[in-house]
Every structure is written in structure tokens, then in C-alpha cells.
């Protein structure tokens, strides 16, 4: 099995306990046995990998470490497909700058983790190539879009795994499958290569076993690309650094907005259960309050669909993707092979992007979303001058049963309440693990001020500890 | 905020996208549904405020002009449904007068 740390499996590398080629082919066992039953990867490449082993550099951070990476971010040589039809015959003609940032610390890529198309959804069952089981919760969704970048590393497929998070895409799978799951700030990480749905939104981050982990994956992919315009200039650190360190006196806030009666009783259980571990370890808890919280679903999904139905404007049938059959001229060639190219879920997020940014409802909708979203990065601004960090859930509760087709599209965008507001603000924010013995995985959420993962990442592994 | 009744037909028509019947059935229903929820940010006041298009300040961001090695022509077409001489195969444009 790859349950393990990096730490772990770099000290077995260079202990030579094992080697890079050993490791790869032990990755390649496993997930030839258990991919089809979880359907974590929509392809894997083991020569591709064997052959970067045999190349590994041990003295690399991550040198010999396989790392699992979602279908959306370009790896050179392999298929990108977004999980979409769309993207069947796709092959990526380069890498994206996470994944030679990847390399170049030694890494090794390995697989394309399957999604939600397009990274729209959250559960991981619209993906055009079957849907993704949670391994730590059978019979019930794994979560998503980064659903089999979270079941990769909790199903010991991966030993961790890169994503994507729009909307809470990277924190709320981790939840949901019981491991670790970071959005940085936005522009921490190049967005190079990854396949755009919301670019004022999108961000890359790690899926991880451990907050260790997705420290030592910071340290190898934060920093300015020339290629990613939006990409931060802030000076990188060493985000391991500050692991370990006392939390004696920080402030943690604690919203009022996120204590809801819709949360279910193991979520609000398991805040509880944060506060009084933070609360040992010297925090002192302070109320709150993000009194725009109830905006944050109706902005978030203007914003991201509008976004969106401009980025997928590009899926045309001529350059690249899907082309249909037997078309009469150009206007029936582009309209029929993005509609028998998308799923159902990207039709009706471009359709909703379309008319929020048509001629007469711009102001109504779009321009109306951009400025409630001021209103929330505002409350934040408020918040955090009171508190160093924000507490709160990841979902309003533990991963929904699989195939439960009574939810409505509204119903599922509402649970995404507590991780939208991040993306909204360009926050850093982390789920972690609760203990849930014999019970569904449940993530808690802390959220920190720009730029701030290396001390959201002391706070986050101290409370992990605390909670193990 | 008023909520209209999304035209779904007309705005796939914008989008480029050939509904099926069925599909533009669903969608309306689903996004009437939808438009009926998100009116509620009409009773935000945002009087004064001013929208935030992106997370962060980001000003003038622009690599130095410098030549750099791009996809060359056949990795470009490599990805193509339809190629020809090196170039992207589409249908007629322009319809011969009659």
C-alpha cells in the first residue's frame, strides 16, 4: 500500500530501503488492482513513469515521489481530457508550470486523476468517464471536482495528489475522503496549463495525507511564472518552516454565519471538537461575523459561470477537442460538436454564463455578483483584523449517498457555502481531518489572510495533531 | 430584482450549443430555478461599492519582449480534428452567390 507520507516514503528512498523504479512499480501494482473499482485515474502511463524513475534525482525535495495529477493540468505527452468527451483525443503538447515546477523538485507525475467535467461539479460523478468511489466512505460520493485526486490518496493509489479548487474543488473532496486538501492564495501557483473554468476563481493545490505534505508540495510549487500573468510576485518561503511551532495566543475566529442549524450534527460536532483542541493548545477563539454570508452562493455562481461560458468559448471544434459528424457549414459544425461534446452540467453553467453576461442583464447580474463579492473579501478584510485565522466547516455535511439523482441543481451549489467564499476573496484556506471512528469522514476548514499558508500550515498541523 | 424567465433556446443560440428539445426543457426549469435564487443579491446594497473583478491587485502584468520558442506547426496541428497542408481544415465560410 502508498499510505505514507512524502516524508516517510523520501526517507525509504534515500535510506535505498527502496528505489524510485520499486516505488513506481509498487504505485503501478496497486492501482491496477483497485482503479477499476474506484475509478480514481481516467488513464495512467507506468512506462512513462517507470522511465522518470529510472531517472529520479534523490536529492531532490521530492526526488523519487510519484504525485497523482487532476485531468485538467497539462502533462506533456499524456491526455488532458477534463474528464470530458470533449477532450477524448486530447494530448497535451506541453507541460503546465505545476508540473515541471513538479519535476524539477524530482517528482514524478503520475496518471490523470478523473474530475467533474470541466471541474464543474461536486461529487464526481459527472465525468464522461465513469464516476469516482470514495474509498474511505463506500456507497457514498468521494466529492469533487478533484474527486479522484482525493480518492487516489485516500484509496493508497497516490501518495499525494495535485488538484484544482474554483469553488472548494481541492477542500471539500479531502473532507469528504478524509485527508488533507489545500487552496492557496490566488496566484501562489501558475495556472499555466491548467484548463481555465473560472479564471478569476481557479487555483492549483495539494491533496495530501498530512499537512506536511502539502507543505513540502508548496514549497515546490509556489512562485511567479512569466507565463501566468496573475501569478503572484510575492517572495516564496520555506513553508515547512513554521510546522511544530507553539500557537500560544493566536486568534481564531469563528463565525457566527457558519454555526447554521442546515449543518448536520457530525459536522457541528466536529467544529466543537476544534474549538476545544485550539483552545488547549493557547488560541483564543473570538465570534465573528461575515454578515454577507448568505450572498455567497448566488455571486459565486454568476461569477464562475459567466466566466466559464467566455473560457469554454474556445472548445470550437477546429483546433483542438470534439468535432461532430456530417455538419452543414461553419455555424452547425461549432453548435453541434460543443453539444455533443459537453455534458449536461457544462451546458447549463455556460448557458446560465451566457445570459448573466447577455445584452440588458450584465449590470443586473454580472456587475451586481462583482460588487457583493467586494462586500464579501470586505468582511474578511473586517474579520481579520480582529483574528489571525477563520474557523469553520468545509460542507454542511459528510459525503452524500452515491446516485442520489433528488438533489436539484440549486440544492447542490447551496453546499458549497463554506469553501466558495475563499475562491470569492482569494484566501488561502485548508480542510483537515476530524477523527470519525466507524463514522463518514468529516474535514474542518481554516482560512487565512493572503498570503499567509506558512502560518495557516503551523496552526493547521498543530491542530492535526491535537485531533490524532 | 425582477426574475425573467430565461429565453433558453435564444441564449443557447448565443452560446453555440444545439439543445435537443428535451435539454432546453430541462435547462429552463432548472435555470428559472436558479435566477429565482441569485435575484436575492438585489437586496444587497451595494450603493458606492465597487465591483471586484479579480482577488488581487494585478496591474500591468507583461512578461519581457523577448523571442521564445513556440509550438512548432505540427505540435500545434497534432491536436486538430482536421488538418490539410499544414493548416486547420474548416467548412466553407463564405456561401457562393447565386
Redesign the interface.
Same mark, same amino acid.
Do not use: C, M, W
Given at each position: 500500500m502508498l499510505y505514507g507520507s512524502i516524508s516517510h516514503w523520501r526517507k525509504q528512498l534515500t535510506a535505498g530501503q527502496i528505489t524510485p523504479t520499486e516505488l513506481v512499480q509498487e504505485l503501478a501494482r496497486i492501482t491496477d488492482a483497485k482503479n477499476p473499482g474506484i475509478n480514481a485515474y481516467i488513464s495512467y502511463n507506468t512506462d512513462a513513469a517507470l522511465a522518470a524513475a529510472a531517472k529520479a534525482d534523490l536529492s531532490q525535495p521530492l526526488g523519487g515521489i510519484p504525485i497523482a495529477v487532476k485531468d485538467n493540468i497539462c502533462m506533456q505527452g499524456e491526455p488532458t481530457r477534463c474528464a470530458s468527451k470533449m477532450l477524448h483525443?486530447?494530448?497535451s503538447?506541453?507541460d503546465a508550470t505545476a508540473v515541471t515546477k513538479l519535476k524539477a523538485a524530482g517528482a514524478i507525475p503520475f496518471g490523470r486523476a478523473n474530475m467533474d467535467e470541466f471541474a464543474m461539479g461536486s461529487a464526481g460523478q459527472n465525468s464522461a468517464y465513469g464516476h469516482t468511489e470514495n474509498p474511505a466512505a463506500p456507497g457514498h460520493v468521494p466529492g469533487g471536482s478533484s474527486s479522484g485526486s482525493a480518492a487516489a490518496v485516500a484509496g493508497g493509489m497516490a501518495i499525494a495528489a495535485l488538484g484544482s479548487d474554483t469553488g472548494g474543488s481541492i477542500r471539500q473532496p479531502a473532507s469528504h475522503c478524509g485527508i488533507v486538501g489545500m487552496k492557496p492564495?490566488?496566484?501562489r501557483i501558475s495556472r499555466y496549463g491548467l484548463v481555465a473554468f473560472a479564471s478569476? @476563481?481557479d487555483q492549483i493545490g495539494p491533496l495530501t495525507q498530512n499537512v506536511e505534505d502539502a507543505a513540502l508540495l508548496l514549497n515546490a510549487l509556489c512562485g511567479h511564472d512569466?507565463?501566468d500573468?496573475?501569478s503572484?510576485t510575492h517572495a516564496t518561503e520555506d513553508f515547512t518552516a513554521k510546522l511544530g511551532q507553539s500557537i500560544a495566543g493566536v486568534r481564531i475566529g469563528l463565525p457566527k454565519e457558519y454555526l447554521s442549524s442546515g449543518n448536520s450534527p457530525q459536522v457541528t460536532a466536529a467544529i466543537n471538537l476544534a474549538v476545544q483542541k485550539l483552545t488547549e493548545l493557547g488560541a483564543e477563539i473570538v465570534e465573528v461575523s461575515l454578515p +454577507?454570508s448568505? /450572498?455567497v452562493? /448566488?455571486?459565486y455562481? #454568476?461569477i464562475a459561470c459567466a466566466e466559464a461560458?467566455s473560457n469554454l468559448?474556445r472548445f =470550437?471544434? #477546429?483546433? $483542438?477537442?470534439?468535432?461532430a459528424e456530417n455538419?452543414n457549414? @461553419? =455555424? =452547425?459544425? $461549432?453548435?453541434?460538436s460543443?453539444?455533443e461534446g459537453?455534458g449536461?452540467e457544462v451546458?447549463?453553467r455556460?448557458? *446560465?454564463g451566457? $445570459?448573466v453576461l447577455?445584452s440588458g442583464?450584465y449590470d443586473?447580474?454580472y /456587475?451586481?455578483?462583482?460588487?457583493?463579492?467586494? *462586500?464579501v473579501?470586505q468582511d474578511f478584510a473586517n474579520a481579520f483584523d480582529k483574528v489571525d485565522f477563520i474557523l469553520g466547516p468545509v460542507a454542511p455535511t459528510a459525503a452524500p449517498l452515491l446516485h442520489d439523482t433528488n438533489m436539484?441543481? *440549486?440544492q447542490v451549489?447551496l453546499a458549497d457555502i463554506y469553501t466558495i467564499p475563499a475562491? @470569492? /476573496?482569494?484566501l488561502p484556506g485548508i480542510s483537515i481531518p476530524t477523527p470519525q471512528e466507524g463514522a463518514l469522514p468529516i474535514g474542518i476548514q481554516l482560512l487565512g489572510k +493572503?498570503f499567509a499558508e506558512a502560518d495557516l500550515l503551523r496552526v493547521a498541523s498543530a491542530l492535526e495533531n491535537a485531533l490524532s | 430584482m425582477d426574475t425573467p424567465q430565461i429565453d433558453v433556446a435564444y441564449i443557447a443560440k448565443l452560446a453555440k450549443l444545439d439543445l435537443t428539445a428535451e435539454e432546453t426543457e430541462r435547462f429552463s426549469a432548472d435555470l428559472n430555478r436558479i435566477l429565482g435564487y441569485v435575484a436575492q443579491l438585489g437586496e444587497w446594497d451595494t450603493t458606492g461599492v465597487e465591483p471586484m473583478y479579480h482577488p488581487l491587485p494585478v496591474f500591468d502584468a507583461v512578461r519581457t519582449d523577448t523571442a521564445e520558442q513556440s509550438l512548432s506547426n505540427e505540435a500545434a496541428l497534432a491536436n486538430a480534428p482536421a488538418e490539410e497542408d499544414g493548416q486547420f481544415r474548416v467548412p466553407k465560410v463564405v456561401e457562393s452567390a447565386h
Open positions: 483525443n486530447f494530448v503538447p506541453y492564495t490566488y496566484g478569476s @476563481l512569466a507565463k500573468s496573475t503572484s +454577507h448568505e /450572498a452562493v /448566488a455571486a455562481y #454568476i461560458s468559448s =470550437d471544434g #477546429i483546433r $483542438y477537442g470534439y468535432r455538419t457549414g @461553419l =455555424d =452547425d459544425l $461549432y453548435s453541434r460543443r453539444a459537453f449536461a451546458k447549463r455556460i448557458i *446560465l451566457t $445570459y447577455s442583464f443586473a447580474y /456587475a451586481k455578483a462583482q460588487k457583493v463579492r467586494a *462586500l473579501a436539484s441543481p *440549486l451549489y475562491n @470569492l /476573496a482569494g +493572503h | -
